[in-house]
């Protein structure tokens, strides 16, 4: 039990290395940096513990019980609990620094409902200038004849002791093998809380097995979540490039059990395949909402490679193949490394069921559904119209997408900037602005996004003139579920006659700074959680 002291007393640490926690009932453990709060540590690593003072130790609701180590009572815990209860170790998480190892206790009476911390991670910002490292585990010799798990070890530990920051995991069926992945796993998870990998991009099995989100979970915040990745929804492109999606049911569980573990799923979609039409790339954009992922959704334009079936003549000639040479497709390191040195990669532009000016549409349309659905900001009012009255995600996006082309002021023209940025890279191969990567030509919507966040929810009501008018408290739950820099968290809000608590992780920060932007954005920790109370 934690020892009775009624003075505050401050504990010396010297503020090198990590502190283990012990929580339990979730029998979880982390180790985080000495004097971090027990609030925040816990919040950090998906452990909710009740609150509605932001942490300023007001609202005296975030009581955990010390059982193992030493937490110095504070002022405001002399006044939160009876001595009884401090000399039994109980504590305001908000206020009690780690600066030991210890066992902490968090009741369940004093837990947030599950549905308001699902999807939720530590804030981790990535740094910018990250560098690409090319790692090879050396062959075994004579002179050198350690297990092949070792040589993992010691090159993560190399990667942990030279303040790597993001990690891609080559292994392109991580997970097959339970003990030996889930055991690398732990060593990413350890090299996050001792150093400062931030990020790893894991290339898990095709099929998502119990094993891979245990991974997942033990990764936590560093990893993107579980892959649910199909590629097309369209039945003839999986027949003409020979690929079998798991069924729509299938990919539903998947999303369901992604909850049970508490950790977030992904899916990709892969742009300029045979037999996918602009009409077929729409649909299969609804088909995936209506699965229920509104996570993550990430497209890619069809690369060619090698000796592969779809970059033979035969397949080029049946299905009409054009291609591009295209720079800077890709990049995950410093733009300074590769000053003078253009990479190129051959990407498909055109089919014989996809013109080139409508495959830019396509790309066009993946930009609405992952800026304005899956980044939050229309994902309240699709789901009313599918959920409540019968109208499906492609009918309301069809509309939404010519309201954003027709439009004269600030949303519209951002879409026309984006649009003739993808027009240009489909069309040359070549980047219009410097510093910009292919790939992720998209990505300059996010901090436009939020910051004109207040045009687009205008944008949003006239559009629902069009479809269906819905009511006003409908709308006004889609301006909470996206976090607002000038409200005061948490607050309620009645919708249909159900109440909503609406609350956010943070407070703050530098919505100026568009890769701040971008990586909470990227982690959801733009959008609210909405509990039912």
Same mark, same amino acid.
């Given at each position: 039990?934690?020892?009775?002291?009624? @003075?505050?007393?401050?504990?010396?640490?010297?503020?090198?290395?990590?502190?283990?926690?012990?929580?339990?009932?979730?029998?979880?453990?982390?180790?985080?940096?000495?004097?971090?709060?027990?609030?925040?540590?816990?919040?950090?690593?998906?452990?909710?513990?009740?609150?509605?003072?932001?942490?300023?130790?007001?609202?005296?609701?975030?009581?955990?019980?010390?059982?193992?180590?030493?937490?110095?009572?504070?002022?405001?815990?002399?006044?939160?609990?009876?001595?009884?209860?401090?000399?039994?170790?109980?504590?305001?998480?908000?206020?009690?620094?780690?600066?030991?190892?210890?066992?902490?206790?968090?009741?369940?009476?004093?837990?947030?409902?599950?549905?308001?911390?699902?999807?939720?991670?530590?804030?981790?910002?990535?740094?910018?200038?990250? %560098?690409?490292?090319?790692? @090879?585990?050396?062959?075994?010799?004579?002179?050198?004849?350690?297990?092949?798990?070792?040589?993992?070890?010691?090159? *993560?530990?190399?990667?942990?002791?030279?303040?790597?920051?993001?990690?891609?995991?080559?292994?392109?069926?991580?997970?097959?093998?339970?003990?030996?992945?889930?055991?690398?796993?732990?060593?990413?998870?350890?090299?996050?809380?001792?150093? #400062?990998?931030?990020?790893?991009?894991?290339?898990?099995?095709?099929?998502?097995?119990?094993?891979? /989100?245990?991974?997942?979970?033990?990764?936590?915040?560093?990893?993107?979540?579980?892959?649910?990745?199909?590629?097309?929804?369209?039945?003839?492109?999986?027949?003409?490039?020979?690929?079998?999606?798991?069924?729509?049911?299938?990919?539903?569980?998947?999303?369901?059990?992604?909850?049970?573990?508490?950790?977030?799923?992904?899916?990709?979609?892969?742009?300029?395949?045979?037999? @996918?039409?602009?009409?077929?790339?729409?649909?299969?954009?609804?088909?995936?909402?209506?699965?229920?992922?509104?996570?993550?959704?990430?497209?890619? /334009?069809?690369?060619?490679?090698?000796?592969? @079936?779809? #970059?033979?003549?035969?397949?080029?000639?049946?299905?009409?193949?054009?291609?591009?040479?295209?720079?800077?497709?890709?990049?995950?390191?410093?733009?300074?490394?590769?000053?003078?040195?253009?990479?190129?990669?051959?990407?498909?532009?055109?089919?014989?069921?996809?013109?080139?000016?409508?495959?830019?549409?396509?790309?066009?349309?993946?930009?609405?559904?992952?800026?304005?659905?899956?980044?939050?900001?229309?994902?309240?009012?699709?789901?009313?119209?599918?959920?409540?009255?019968?109208?499906?995600?492609?009918?309301?996006?069809?509309?939404?997408?010519?309201?954003?082309?027709?439009?004269?002021?600030?949303?519209?023209?951002?879409?026309?900037?984006?649009?003739?940025?993808?027009?240009?890279?489909?069309?040359?191969?070549? *980047?219009?602005?410097?510093?910009?990567?292919?790939?992720?030509?998209?990505?300059?919507?996010?901090? /436009?996004?939020?910051?004109?966040?207040?045009?687009?929810?205008?944008?949003?009501?006239?559009?629902? %003139?069009?479809?269906?008018?819905?009511?006003?408290?409908?709308?006004?739950?889609?301006?909470?579920?996206? /976090?607002?820099?000038?409200?005061?968290?948490?607050?309620?809000?009645?919708?249909?006659?159900?109440?909503?608590?609406?609350?956010?992780?943070?407070?703050?920060?530098?919505?100026?700074?568009?890769?701040?932007?971008? *990586?909470?954005?990227?982690?959801?920790?733009?959008?609210?959680?909405?509990?039912?109370?």
């Amino acid at each position: 039990m934690a020892k009775e002291k009624i @003075e505050p007393e401050l504990v010396e640490h010297s503020g090198l290395g990590r502190v283990k926690l012990d929580f339990s009932p979730s029998n979880q453990s982390f180790k985080v940096p000495p004097g971090v709060s027990v609030f925040d540590a816990a919040s950090w690593n998906g452990i909710a513990i009740d609150s509605t003072c932001g942490g300023h130790g007001t609202c005296k609701k975030c009581k955990v019980q010390i059982t193992e180590g030493i937490v110095p009572i504070s002022r405001l815990d002399i006044r939160a609990f009876s001595q009884e209860e401090l000399k039994n170790g109980w504590r305001l998480a908000c206020v009690a620094r780690a600066t030991e190892n210890l066992a902490i206790t968090v009741p369940a009476m004093t837990t947030r409902p599950k549905a308001a911390t699902v999807g939720v991670g530590r804030q981790v910002i990535l740094r910018p200038a990250v %560098q690409k490292r090319y790692l @090879e585990l050396d062959e075994p010799t004579l002179h050198d004849q350690r297990p092949d798990i070792q040589r993992v070890k010691d090159d *993560i530990d190399w990667a942990r002791k030279n303040n790597v920051g993001f990690i891609f995991n080559a292994d392109a069926n991580f997970g097959m093998f339970k003990e030996r992945d889930l055991e690398i796993a732990k060593l990413f998870r350890e090299a996050a809380d001792e150093g #400062n990998l931030e990020a790893i991009n894991i290339q898990y099995s095709k099929n998502s097995t119990e094993v891979i /989100f245990e991974i997942a979970k033990i990764l936590g915040d560093i990893s993107r979540g579980v892959t649910l990745s199909v590629q097309t929804m369209n039945e003839p492109t999986l027949k003409a490039i020979k690929r079998k999606n798991m069924s729509i049911n299938k990919i539903s569980e998947q999303i369901e059990k992604s909850k049970e573990y508490g950790v977030k799923t992904y899916t990709e979609l892969i742009l300029g395949l045979p037999e @996918e039409t602009l009409d077929t790339w729409k649909d299969g954009f609804s088909k995936i909402l209506e699965c229920g992922q509104h996570e993550s959704i990430d497209v890619w /334009f069809c690369q060619m490679f090698g000796d592969t @079936e779809l #970059n033979s003549t035969t397949s080029r000639e049946v299905y009409g193949i054009k291609t591009i040479k295209a720079e800077d497709y890709v990049s995950f390191g410093n733009d300074r490394d590769y000053d003078g040195v253009t990479e190129t990669i051959e990407l498909i532009s055109e089919t014989n069921t996809m013109t080139n000016n409508q495959l830019i549409e396509a790309y066009m349309y993946g930009w609405l559904i992952v800026q304005f659905h899956i980044a939050g900001y229309t994902q309240i009012v699709a789901k009313h119209y599918y959920e409540n009255l019968n109208i499906s995600y492609r009918v309301f996006y069809d509309t939404l997408f010519e309201f954003i082309k027709l439009d004269n002021g600030l949303i519209g023209e951002h879409y026309r900037e984006i649009e003739s940025a993808v027009n240009h890279y489909m069309k040359t191969g070549k *980047i219009l602005k410097k510093g910009k990567h292919g790939h992720t030509l998209h990505a300059g919507s996010f901090a /436009f996004m939020f910051t004109h966040k207040d045009e687009i929810f205008k944008l949003v009501e006239n559009a629902t %003139q069009k479809i269906t008018p819905i009511k006003t408290d409908i709308i006004s739950l889609q301006r909470a579920f996206i /976090f607002d820099e000038e409200t005061q968290y948490p607050f309620y809000l009645t919708c249909e006659d159900k109440k909503y608590k609406i609350d956010t992780e943070f407070k703050s920060f530098d919505k100026n700074d568009p890769h701040t932007v971008f *990586i909470l954005r990227r982690k959801g920790l733009l959008k609210n959680q909405l509990c039912k109370v």
